[in-house]
């Protein structure tokens, strides 16, 4: 069965850097394009970022464009998401989902979801 | 950017209620439009996509309409585990974008 778990979530000063990854199994991995999307305490869901199924596109939130950094290992079954420069409106729960599209540079709905990793930003 | 109004924001029902949730774009969207159900603690789940589809494994009580600015979102008996939020997700343009959410309450 498809699974999606993510890690590196914990607690961060302002300004300084970390670095999320999704490990994916139960699926083709290197078929489908990825996407990460966050949700700060009691706040809805908030698209961050996307990369095809071969790293060759990649699109972000213009909140995080210039500091975060989407890419995936498809040796390693593995997303990930390095967040820079990081702002107390970071703090959020980040999910990684799988895109519905595969086999192609194409984009549809999310149709599998990991239970997420806590970032929390505060000095 | 697109811009997704659910309505209502908050929803108080009860069991065996029908109920429906509506969802505006702020431009076409043709039929670009995914729903989404989120219980607390938990990651969202993939109810409907291409505005009316139903995902493998939904039970058939929901159900998606509309196309261009318009979808709605109907739950035609409400059970006792679908008291939940719920979202929209517009899936014809990047930056990706979800409507605010629907608190559906006993």
């Known amino acids: 069965q498809v699974q999606l778990v993510e890690s590196g979530g914990g607690v961060v000063q302002p300004g300084r850097s970390l670095r999320l990854s999704c490990a994916a199994s139960g699926f083709t991995f290197s078929n489908y394009a990825m996407h990460w999307v966050r949700q700060a305490p009691g706040k809805g869901l908030d698209w961050v970022a996307v990369?095809?199924?071969?790293?060759?596109?990649?699109y972000y939130a213009d909140s995080v464009k210039g500091r975060f950094t989407i890419s995936r290992d498809n040796s390693k079954n593995t997303l990930y998401l390095q967040m820079n420069s990081l702002e107390t409106e970071d703090t959020a729960v980040y999910y990684c989902?799988?895109?519905?599209?595969?086999?192609?540079?194409?984009?549809?709905?999310?149709?599998?979801w990991g239970q997420g990793t806590l970032v929390t930003v505060s000095s | 950017d697109i811009q997704l109004t659910q309505s209502p924001s908050f929803l108080s029902a009860s069991v065996g209620d029908r109920v429906t949730i509506t969802c505006r774009a702020s431009?076409?969207?043709?039929?670009?439009l995914a729903w989404y159900q989120q219980k607390p603690g938990k990651a969202p789940k993939l109810l409907i996509y291409s505005a009316s589809t139903l995902q493998s494994g939904v039970p058939s009580r929901f159900s998606g309409s509309g196309s261009g600015t318009e979808f709605t979102l109907t739950i035609s008996s409400l059970q006792s585990e679908d008291f939940a939020t719920y979202y929209c997700q517009q899936l014809n343009t990047f930056p990706r974008t979800f409507g605010q959410g629907t608190k559906l309450e006993i």
């Open positions: 431009q076409d969207i043709s039929s670009y």
């Open positions: 989902a799988r895109d519905r599209c595969s086999g192609g540079v194409c984009f549809s709905h999310f149709d599998y």
């Open positions: 990369i095809s199924y071969d790293g060759s596109n990649k």
